[in-house]
């Protein structure tokens, strides 16, 4: 698939980084309307499992752009989104060198247990949900098709060559499982992601 | 592929230094093409400049962003569920998976993610992890049942009904374009008792159904090229009645009619 690695852009957003190049405080608003809940998601996909660090560092992510903006570093505004993607990386990578060199596992661990989105659900409401719901048994090769794309990370055409399936079934198991998990998600209230 | 988070260092000092070259607006993606670049992001199958690049894209754009954030919080569960066995496991599992590898594999994106992480969360996720699965092999048994559905039984033609069909028509339509038309026509005049329709349709599109009147709807499934297919009997093709195909598509309803009126190309 080939990409141009320029991505659109529009007046409106070429004013905003002028903006907050001049110091205006709306258009910095207006900045972090409209890319904090793509950096947050952004952000959680490149860290650990519920790690507990990622607010800080959406946080510090926005930070750091808006301060490149501030200072009229990011001249061009169609790189803007390429910039912040690279910045979110940036952060996430820089974070887990850092926990490396100066922190044992277990603190991470602590960390990764102490807080996170995961601890917005309404845990009642969810048990309650589930148990409705647990009479569908599983299938020990559906469950194996999920470990393995997800905690071992194979390739689609790994997977199914290892389990003997077509990629019909690999689609069909896995696609079904995102959307039951987002309504999922939905059900317990977590709206985050769409706010 | 990989999670890619350590590839990209240089991508910071590049963009700052990009020159000052403001793009024309540009259209969003065509819907399909987007759910194409979706579906591989999600999938691994995009390198990692790709990567970034979708990553990008869809910083500002909340309804993708929600799709990504499901598969990453199914990801998360599922790790968090890995330190414990699921429902059955223990009594099922040796038989039914085989020579299968279960050894998380080393040192890919995060590698310590597999060991250093094992454990958190609370008790509940590996229930939900477990309810996950369970409902995705829900809709595989629905799939089926469905897909064990009665043949057509038209009983015009249920006499003539030879062993072998060579070179059917072939009808194509376009449904990622709400084309209602033939779109393409193979074997127009083959002898051939059934017609072979073919539907291009979008990526993501569930429940797909066809309804022809005075016969049982049936279920479709998407093939790995985006089609769904079936036959029909040639008279089929005389009928006023359009048959008619619906599907969910991001939640929402889909009907559309199929014309299988075979017209004369122009000269």
Not at chain 1, 21 to 29: F, L, P, S
């Given at each position: ?16 980084v ?21 950096i ?28 490149r ?17 690279a910045t979110i ?7 887990y060198?850092?926990?490396?060199s100066?922190?044992?596992v ?8 102490a ?9 009642a409401?969810?048990r ?12 020990a ?8 794309f ?39 209230g977590?709206?985050?992601a769409?706010? | ?9 240089g991508?910071?000092?590049?963009a ?8 024309p ?7 399909w ?15 990692g400049?790709?990567s ?7 910083l ?9 954030d499901?598969d990453?919080?199914?990801r998360?569960?599922?790790m ?7 429902p059955?496991?223990?009594?099922n599992?040796s ?13 890919r994106g ?8 094992r454990?958190?969360g609370p ?5 939900a992890a ?8 829900g809709?595989?048994?629905?799939h089926g049942?469905?897909a064990?559905?009665s ?5 015009s ?10 070179n059917p ?12 038309d ?9 002898s ?5 329709i ?5 990526l993501?599109v569930?429940e ?24 029909l009997p ?20 889909v ?13």
């Amino acid at each position: 698939m080939s990409v141009s690695l320029v991505h659109g852009t529009n007046v409106e957003e070429a004013n905003v980084v002028a903006r907050i190049a001049a110091g205006d405080k709306n258009a910095e608003r207006e900045f972090v309307l409209r890319y904090q809940q793509g950096i947050r998601v952004l952000v959680r996909r490149h860290c650990r499992p519920g790690d507990g660090a990622v607010e800080d560092l959406a946080q510090d992510v926005l930070l750091r752009v808006l301060e490149r903006l501030r200072a009229g570093a990011i001249r061009d505004t169609a790189a803007l989104p390429a910039y912040i993607q690279a910045t979110i990386v940036h952060a996430a990578s820089a974070e887990y060198r850092s926990r490396r060199s100066t922190a044992p596992v277990e603190s991470i661990e602590h960390i990764a247990a102490a807080g996170g989105p995961t601890d917005q659900f309404s845990v009642a409401q969810l048990r309650q949900t589930l148990h409705a719901l647990l009479t569908e048994l599983p299938v020990a090769r559906d469950r194996e098709l999920l470990r393995l794309f997800y905690l071992d990370e194979e390739d689609k055409e790994e997977v199914c060559k290892k389990l003997g399936i077509d990629e019909a079934h690999f689609h069909r198991v896995v696609f079904r499982a995102r959307e039951r998990f987002r309504a999922l998600l939905d059900r317990a209230g977590i709206k985050e992601a769409l706010t | 592929m990989p999670h890619a988070p350590f590839q990209q260092q240089g991508e910071l000092a590049r963009a700052e230094a990009a020159p000052m070259t403001l793009q024309p607006a540009t259209e969003r993606m065509a819907l399909w093409l987007e759910r194409a670049w979706m579906s591989r992001y999600l999938d691994r199958q995009l390198t990692g400049e790709e990567s970034a690049w979708f990553e990008a894209y869809v910083l500002d754009k909340p309804e993708l962003l929600a799709e990504i954030d499901a598969d990453t919080r199914l990801r998360d569960t599922l790790m968090g569920r890995e330190s414990q066995t699921f429902p059955n496991e223990a009594t099922n599992s040796s038989s039914s998976l085989g020579e299968v590898s279960t050894t998380p594999s080393a040192n890919r994106g995060f590698p310590s993610k597999h060991t250093s992480f094992r454990g958190w969360g609370p008790s509940w996720v590996p229930l939900a992890a477990s309810l996950i699965v369970g409902v995705g092999v829900g809709a595989l048994a629905m799939h089926g049942k469905l897909a064990q559905e009665s043949p057509p039984t038209h009983e015009s033609f249920a006499s003539k009904i030879p062993g072998i069909i060579a070179n059917p028509t072939r009808l194509v339509f376009d449904a990622q374009r709400g084309a209602e038309d033939i779109v393409q026509v193979e074997h127009k005049d083959s002898s051939s008792a059934y017609v072979l329709i073919e539907i291009g349709v979008p990526l993501g599109v569930e429940e797909v159904r066809l309804h022809i009147q005075g016969e049982d709807d049936r279920k479709l499934l998407r093939s790995n090229e985006g089609f769904v297919s079936f036959l029909l009997p040639r008279d089929v093709l005389q009928s006023k009645i359009a048959p008619e195909i619906s599907y969910s598509l991001n939640g929402r309803p889909v009907t559309q009619p199929l014309h299988l009126i075979l017209r004369e190309k122009s000269p």
